[in-house]
């Protein structure tokens, strides 16, 4: 940790936490036994977060191709979600930790809604870590969601069709609160990026390590700070432009 440059922060981490059902499955366990354990990691993370002073951290949990999965695993993690965020919701407000869902949040069962809603109200006025979790979320279906919204507000002449700028385009999306992440994580070796925040990572850093999600840990997290300080971000300037600033 003492080898982070404290001013070269990223204001905002997003991460694809992948490999819970490896990791489960090479421990001879049942997938969802890997999704539990990735709730540990959630903790450390956000801890991690916290101490080290990122200001956003947003969670990939569920994405809307997940719904496809087996039924008993899309059971299995929606009680946990419900389960996790009853238990959790007082330690983050103690820390003043601010919770926010995003997705297609009226697919989830009435209970998961509830808990979600429950959670959000208990820390609106937090001023800490804000804490994104993706649930039901698919950014095509975002960029969709945010397409209708515009053409409405073209109907209902609110706004012409030369006012429409990618600004307009980013106020109607479901992150319209946040900066754009500037640093992205994949765990466990896969080089996708899953229909995540496609529009939002136009310039994130994007660093992929093996560790599956259940073995992530503040050291991980770290190493990949470090990585993301090593590189020089251009955002399409020569490196010469950037050193002379
Ligand atoms: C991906 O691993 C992980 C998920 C689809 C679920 C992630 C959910 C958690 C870690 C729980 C978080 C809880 C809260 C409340 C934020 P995978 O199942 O795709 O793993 P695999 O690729 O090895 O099969």
């Given at each position: 940790?003492?080898?982070?440059?404290?001013?070269?922060?990223?204001?905002?981490?997003?991460?694809?936490?992948?490999?819970?059902?490896?990791?489960?499955?090479?421990?001879?366990?049942?997938?969802?036994?890997?999704?539990?354990?990735?709730?540990?990691?959630?903790?450390?993370?956000v801890e991690a977060a916290t101490e080290i002073g990122i200001k956003y951290l947003t969670l990939y949990a569920f994405s809307t191709?997940?719904?496809?999965?087996?039924?008993?695993?899309?059971?299995?993690?929606?009680?946990?979600?419900?389960?996790?965020?009853?238990?959790?919701?007082?330690?983050?407000?103690?820390?003043?930790?601010?919770?926010?869902?995003?997705g297609n949040l009226a697919l989830l069962p009435e209970e998961?809604?509830?808990?979600?809603?429950?959670?959000?109200?208990?820390?609106?006025?937090?001023?800490g870590l804000e804490l994104i979790i993706a649930l039901s979320y698919s950014s095509r279906w975002e960029l969709a969601e945010a397409a209708k919204k515009i053409a409405l507000q073209v109907q209902n002449g609110l706004l012409t069709i030369d006012q429409i700028t990618e600004a307009t385009l980013s106020k109607n999306l479901t992150t319209s609160d946040f900066p754009d992440p500037e640093l992205l994580?994949?765990?466990?070796?896969?080089?996708?990026?899953?229909?995540?925040?496609?529009?939002?990572?136009?310039?994130?850093?994007?660093y992929f390590t093996n560790t599956r999600w259940p073995n992530f840990r503040k050291k991980d997290l770290i190493d990949a700070l470090l990585d993301y300080q090593s590189r020089e971000r251009r955002f399409g300037k020569t490196s010469q432009q950037i050193t002379s600033n």
């Open positions: 940790m003492e080898n982070l440059d404290l001013h070269k922060l990223p204001k905002h981490i997003a991460i694809i936490m992948d490999g819970n059902g490896r990791w489960a499955q090479e421990q001879g366990q049942d997938r969802l036994f890997g999704h539990y354990e990735g709730v540990v990691s959630v903790r450390k993370v191709e997940n719904w496809d999965r087996p039924e008993t695993e899309v059971n299995g993690l929606m009680s946990l979600f419900v389960d996790t965020i009853a238990k959790e919701v007082p330690d983050l407000h103690k820390n003043n930790i601010k919770l926010h869902f995003i998961a809604q509830k808990a979600l809603a429950a959670g959000m109200e208990q820390t609106a006025q937090n001023t994580i994949r765990t466990s070796g896969e080089f996708r990026i899953s229909n995540f925040l496609l529009f939002q990572i136009a310039y994130a850093e994007l």
